[in-house]
């Protein structure tokens, strides 16, 4: 049976993925707590990445950060209750980075540092 173009739009067709071992899990939740509670520790010149698993793209590509410390804030309280669940709301977007788009353009945008680690040197796996 095929599925239409609504469906997959919707997921309906996502693929599982299979996680971890919970003693694994909580390593990593832990992990991630430190690196949150310690703030950034990047400097404006560091070249970065996205650390692989943490909802980036272009793991392994360079990045620049350009400034690190308060960005401008959004709104604190949610329009609707919808918007708490919403992986954008309520991110502290402490570093501004500038890299290369798919096309080859320059963009800078605000991220969380504590998603990021140092670039080594090492492209993408399919790079």
Known sequence: M?????????????????????????????EVFARYDGGCFFKAGDL??????????????????????????????????????????GRRLDMRIAGHDRDGDVSAWWVESWCFEPWTGEGPANG
Do not use: D, W
């Open 2 to 30: 095929s599925i239409g173009i609504i469906e997959m739009a919707l997921g309906a067709e996502k693929e599982s993925v299979s996680l971890p071992v919970p003693e694994a899990q909580v390593m990593t939740l832990r």
């Open 48 to 89: 970065v990445t996205p650390r692989k698993g943490y909802n980036h793209s272009n793991e392994g590509i360079p990045h620049i950060v350009l400034e690190v410390g308060t960005p401008p804030c959004g709104p604190v309280t949610p329009a609707s209750l919808r918007e708490t669940h919403s992986t954008a709301f």
